[in-house]
């Protein structure tokens, strides 16, 4: 049997409908993939005011001489929050 | 990580105490509202998308793009990405020397245009040099004739990033794209740019890349296109329905590609390359047609024009696919270079063929579309 590697949450209603209007021309395809953004924007923030992580030292990209730790660090919490890490 | 074209990913964004200072110049100076294609390009300009350009063509990259293919310094550059005087605006106003406020429509400031550079256009000699032809009903020269006959050239100073209404969630600057492949380890990356919905065809031209590479972008153009070519929120479901049921989730990546189109054929494919390289990508999809309109270029323009550099100047390496198809000898995707059937063997549908189905409801074969991708286009098309 496939491993289920998605839950159910049950929301109030009304918060519901809100979300459906507030996703109107969003770009958001449902109100579940605006509800997973919102939720990983929130955890990411909680992470990055906790300790910093280990990887924080450095990595380099080197996209150009401007481009400083912290803001790879941005970068990377974008990427997570987005979902692509 | 493959270098950026020129070798330095441009950065244009200014901050802190400059970028007070321009928004206090701002309000003083002559202005331009730029169009929907001029206000992408501020943006990919802005963040290095469009390296090495620092801002809007001067006459001397201009003139070298039309006449060599190439940027003054030699790079090689295929298409103008220039600023036009708006046709109800005196040219007169806009001086070499001075600056200039670029406002989006709705009277956003964007960024400021240090004029290095104005002078007069011909839009048949441009047409025919990038274009390859002066034909009106050609959606680039269609453009063409909206703008006045003034262009200005000059860095940029951008002190607002264009603001998006749609797929925020899918927008990644290069340095974004670039922090992504190195998160995730890939060392290899293949791009696969379109303006479509992904049949069949064009999965297998990207399966196939990912045999070869770490990793997959697909990284569809969502600037301005055609009024006829499918709307973008509909292509936007069919690329997430088409990754979540048929890619391997942790080497595939969806990002927006937020340039217009120009429908500029061969001469596109090599913009299109060049900006991918800057996002990071290593290899590059080029199929037939690529970035073609009607009958206007030969099928296979957009991989020959490649050949007019020498290797390593574009930097990025191509792959090249012809045709491809659903094969019933081989019963697998195939393409003329693959499979040795002839055309009654092949499960090949025109593209007015796939609409008159896809109007009257009708699923296309599953060899030539995925189900869940015709059934979002099916929708649309009732909803229309």
């Known amino acids: ?85 | 990580m493959i270098a950026p074209h020129g070798g330095r990913l441009i950065n244009r964004v200014v901050e802190g105490a400059e970028r007070d200072r321009l928004l206090g110049l701002a309000p003083k100076l002559p202005k331009v509202v730029l169009n929907a294609r001029e206000m992408a390009d501020v943006d990919m300009i802005a963040v290095g998308a469009m390296s090495p350009l620092e801002g809007f063509m001067t006459k001397a990259d201009y003139d070298s793009v039309l006449a060599r293919r190439r940027l003054a310094g030699g790079l090689p550059w295929t298409i103008p990405i220039v600023l036009a005087v708006k046709p109800d605006a005196s040219a007169e106003s806009y001086k070499e020397g001075q600056d200039v406020a670029l406002e989006t429509q709705d009277g956003q400031l964007l960024a400021i245009l240090h004029v290095a550079s104005k002078w007069k256009m011909d839009k048949g000699d441009e047409a025919r040099k990038v274009l390859r032809t002066d034909d009106a009903a050609h959606p680039g020269v269609g453009y063409l004739a909206t703008l006045g006959d003034t262009y200005l050239g000059g860095t940029l100073s951008v002190v607002n990033r264009l603001k998006y209404e749609k797929y925020n969630n899918r927008r990644l600057d290069p340095v974004e794209t670039r922090t992504l492949f190195k998160q995730k380890g890939w060392k290899t990356i293949a791009a696969f740019q379109t303006r479509n919905p992904i049949h069949r065809a064009h999965e297998y031209l990207t399966k196939v890349a990912l045999e070869i590479v770490d990793g997959l972008m697909l990284h569809p153009l969502m600037g301005e296109t055609k009024s006829d070519d499918v709307p973008a929120d509909v292509r936007m479901k069919c690329y997430e329905a088409l990754l979540a049921s048929y890619y391997p989730k942790e080497r595939t990546a969806l990002a927006v590609y937020p340039q217009a189109m120009r429908y500029g054929g061969p001469s596109e494919a090599v913009l299109h390359a060049i900006c991918r390289k800057n996002f990071g990508v290593t290899h590059f999809l080029v199929g037939r047609d690529h970035a073609g309109v009607g009958k206007y270029y030969g099928s296979y323009d957009a991989q020959k024009i490649f050949d007019e550099y020498a290797p390593g100047e574009i930097g990025i390496n191509l792959l090249k696919f012809e045709n491809s198809f659903w094969c019933k000898r081989t019963g697998g995707m195939a393409s003329t270079k693959s499979s040795p059937a002839g055309p009654e063997e092949r499960v090949e549908l025109s593209g007015t063929q796939v609409r008159d189905m896809l109007r009257a409801g009708t699923l296309p074969p599953p060899e030539f579309s995925r189900p869940e991708i015709a059934k979002i286009l099916i929708d649309a098309m009732k909803a229309k």
């Not at chain 1, 923030?45 to 450095?58: S, V």
């Open chain 1, 1 to 85: 049997m496939l491993h289920e590697t998605k839950v159910t949450v049950k929301i109030p209603r009304p918060l519901y409908r809100k979300v459906q209007l507030v996703i109107e021309k969003s770009g958001f395809s449902s109100p579940t993939d605006f509800i997973v953004f919102v939720l990983r924007d929130l955890l990411g923030e909680a992470e990055r005011k906790g300790p910093a992580p280990a990887e924080k030292a450095a990595d380099t990209i080197e996209p150009n001489e401007d481009f400083s730790a912290t803001d790879l660090e941005a970068v990377k919490q974008k990427l997570k929050n987005l979902g692509y890490l």
